[in-house]
């Protein structure tokens, strides 16, 4: 199994603090209990969507599950190389998942009230299972870094190669996938509080 999602440690304690059950949110989000009590121990990686659900339910931002502490004022990332990476947040659209299909890593991750989420993210190819299409409230912003992205949009499919970029509705069904291989890109995410 691979290392531990610690999402969950923060899904859990925002869970506590607002005194909600897992059945609680599990009844408010759709999602079966047992689903949540895995992402919480972080023996499941997260796909985007339920992680919203949750979000929403306990009345915080996406974001605020991968805070480590906020700061009112900017926040500055440096640049870094791959060794350097603190921390990551895998998600996965797969069920069960417990290999990650998306590695992000937050450029914003201490900034209080923000509106929007800026990350770099890895994408790794697909599995053979099939593709699962997602969708939540907000829009997204996708800037490809290297590598081929392929985005099922509704109906539509869009080939994305390094210096293509999309903007779109996240409320339609998507999925973000690389093709040939590993892809980098920079995704900037907003979902309404």
Do not use: C, W
Not at 64 to 88: C, I
Not at 101 to 122: E, G, T, W
């Amino acid at each position: 199994m691979s290392e531990k999602n610690r999402i969950g440690d923060k899904v859990r304690l925002i869970r506590e603090t607002r005194k909600l059950s897992i059945d609680d949110v599990s009844e408010r989000t759709n999602l079966s209990a047992s689903s949540i009590e895995s992402i919480e121990k972080g023996e499941l990686i997260p796909g985007l969507t339920p992680l919203i659900k949750i979000a929403r339910v306990l009345g915080v931002r996406l974001g605020t599950f991968m805070d480590d502490q906020e700061d009112l004022g900017p926040v500055f990332v440096k640049g870094s190389n791959e060794k350097d990476k603190k921390s990551v947040t895998r998600f996965s659209e797969r069920s069960n998942a417990v290999s990650s299909d998306l590695d992000f890593y937050s450029l914003a991750q201490n900034k209080a009230d923000r509106h929007m989420d800026p990350f770099v993210i890895d994408i790794f190819p697909p599995s053979h299972e099939d593709v699962k299409l997602s969708s939540h409230e907000g829009e997204e912003f996708i800037y490809v870094l290297s590598g081929n992205v392929e985005i099922i949009y509704g109906k539509d499919k869009y080939s994305l190669k390094p210096g293509d970029s999309i903007y779109y509705d996240s409320i339609v069904a998507h999925h973000v996938h690389s093709v040939d291989g590993n892809a980098k890109i920079l995704a900037v995410v907003y979902t309404p509080a």
